[in-house]
């Protein structure tokens, strides 16, 4: 034996002890590795299982139907709902004399015109629809026609 060796031996065995509880605390790690490594493979399965179902629906669903289009804010004035009122009623389209006519409005050219302006502004918004130039009729969507813009 050497003369360092009685100097070194407290080392030698604090080394020994750190070993020792590196192995033990290595070998607990391992075990709760173990532990968690089968539950986190059925979640992945599972999760894997719901993508491949998803994709499944999705191949196999038809084309999803486009969202309805919100109706069109109206303006505030009364007298669109007057129009709409009648259009509601109406059998066909009408000119704006004949709307004014069922309203018992004043049947003058200024007024005919100011009544043509509202009705083109409700086709803009697509509320009503013109056939025809002069001649508006409510807008009726079909579901398979596309709607005019």
Same mark, same amino acid.
């Given at each position: ?14 080394i020994?002890?750190?070993?020792r509880?590196?192995a033990?605390?290595?070998?607990q ?19 894997e ?7 499944t629906?999705?191949?196999?669903? &038809?084309?999803?139907?486009? &969202?309805?289009?919100p ?8 007298a669109?709902q007057?129009?709409l009122?009648?259009?509601?009623d ?10 004014r ?5 004043a049947?003058?050219p ?6 043509r ?8 918004l697509g509320?009503l ?7 508006f ?8 026609a596309?709607?005019?813009?």
């Amino acid at each position: 034996m050497t003369a360092w060796t009685p100097q070194i031996t407290p080392f030698l065995d604090r080394i020994d002890a750190r070993e020792r509880e590196l192995a033990t605390t290595t070998e607990q790690l391992r075990t709760q590795i173990d532990e968690l490594t089968a539950p986190l493979r059925e979640l992945d399965q599972e999760t894997e299982n719901l993508a491949v179902t998803r994709k499944t629906l999705l191949a196999l669903s &038809p084309t999803t139907p486009e &969202p309805a289009d919100p109706p069109p804010a109206l303006p505030d004035h009364p007298a669109y709902q007057q129009i709409l009122t009648v259009f509601a009623d109406a059998a066909g389209p009408m000119c704006a004399r004949d709307l004014r006519e069922h309203l018992d409005l004043a049947i003058m050219p200024k007024n005919i015109e100011s009544t043509r302006h509202k009705l083109k502004r409700l086709v803009s918004l697509g509320v009503l629809v013109e056939p025809e130039p002069g001649l508006f009729a409510q807008h009726r969507p079909s579901n398979s026609a596309p709607r005019p813009t």
